[in-house]
């Protein structure tokens, strides 16, 4: 994988490499490092998740491609043509008002 122009995957296995050749190194110290491979793995692994491949639905997706509307749609909000609405009208003197909070 390649972060910023920089190949995570050749960096993680030069370091293996390098730990393996050091004999001179500390336990803890070499099983630090170990973790500290393991967890750059893990999130550099996250970084090329999306929906089509991860459990991740489309709206949450931050990578996704945004649909953009063309400016040449001719399309009309609203029903059919002909279509009768049933849109409430206002009435003058209604017998009743609700407020509602």
């Known amino acids: 994988m390649t972060v910023e122009n920089i190949d995570v995957s050749a960096a993680v296995e030069k370091i293996k490499s390098l730990l ?4 001179n190194l500390s ?3 070499k ?3 170990e973790l500290l491979i393991l967890v750059v793995s893990l999130l550099t ?18 990578h996704r ?6 400016k040449g749609d001719k399309r009309k909000p609203g029903g059919q043509k002909g279509h ?3 849109t409430l009208e206002k009435i003058n ?3 009743r008002i609700e407020e509602i909070n």
Not at 20 to 23: G, I, L, N, R, S
Not at 45 to 62: A, H, I, T, V
């Open 20 to 23: 393996k050749e050091e004999k």
């Open 65 to 70: 491609k945004k649909k953009i509307k063309s």
């Open 45 to 62: 692994n996250r970084l090329g998740r999306n929906s089509r491949n991860s459990s991740l639905p489309p709206s949450q997706d931050p």
């Open 93 to 95: 003197n209604p017998h």
């Open 84 to 86: 009768k609405g049933s």
């Open 31 to 33: 099983a630090s490092v």
């Open 27 to 29: 336990p803890s110290f």
